[in-house]
């Protein structure tokens, strides 16, 4: 089953302690991305990634990182989480930009609360 | 920039009737594809109906059409027999082909309610 896959699904933390939100997508997809989604702003890129060991900053960058070491997986790093980022976090997938067609496959989703 | 805004926050709609969800979106770019997204009150984002800037017709999913106004930029999203089970948010989101990042941009979102 075509699929992109997020872990954990929800996690309390407090401020400082580093986490890391794994993605995985198994559809051989180049293009990957994340995104927050906060109450009455929508979802917001925060980084995506156009192939392996290929990343650029989105609209809300600050205090996340994500690398991109093979096609499959795509991580979302705090290395220093604070209340502000409680958040619900998506990461999704498509194929490369420049298809006319393409949609991105969306994750479950990650409910994040930092304390 | 592209720009998608959704100028209802809230909807009320009967079960059985068909309900429309409007969505306008800004773009310079002449190649973009539009799409609405469903998430219900457990939070999964699931992809209802897709347009494509040169679709000559609007795009059905069942019970899902898009109303396509290119010239009026608008992708209204129309649900016919609407069920208790559509209450949800409701996302209209816009994506340009052919620049680097493409990012899918959403609209803030319309809560609909279905009443029985």
Redesign the interface.
């Known amino acids: 089953e075509a699929q992109v896959t997020q872990n954990p699904r929800y996690l309390i933390t407090v401020t400082g302690k580093k986490l890391t939100v794994t993605c995985s997508q198994n559809m051989n997809h180049e293009y990957m991305s994340w995104y927050r989604q906060d109450p009455g702003l929508g979802l917001r890129q925060i980084y995506y990634s156009m192939n392996v060991e290929v990343t650029d900053k989105g609209d809300v960058p600050e205090g996340y990182k994500v690398s991109r070491k093979e096609k499959r997986n795509f991580p979302l790093i705090l290395e220093s989480p604070s209340p502000n980022q409680t958040s619900l976090y998506f990461c999704a997938s498509s194929l490369a930009p420049g298809t006319s067609y393409n949609e991105q496959f969306f994750g479950p989703g990650t409910r994040l609360t930092v304390l | 920039a592209q720009k998608i805004t959704q100028t209802q926050p809230g909807m009320f709609v009967q079960e059985k009737e068909a309900v429309t969800l409007d969505c306008t979106y800004d773009t310079s770019d002449p190649?973009y594809?539009l799409?609405w997204?469903k998430q219900p009150s457990s939070?999964?984002?699931i992809?209802l109906i897709?347009q494509?800037s040169?679709d000559q017709q609007n795009a059905t999913e069942g019970r899902y059409s898009l109303n396509f106004q290119k010239a009026r930029k608008s992708a209204n999203l129309v649900i016919s027999a609407s069920q208790l089970g559509d209450s949800a948010m409701y996302?209209c989101?816009m994506?340009e082909?052919?620049?680097?990042?493409?990012?899918?941009v959403?609209?803030?979102?319309t809560r609909l309610s279905v009443i029985a």
């Open positions: 190649s594809g799409f997204y939070g999964e984002m992809f897709y494509g040169y996302f989101a994506r082909a052919f620049s680097g990042n493409t990012p899918l959403f609209g803030k979102g």
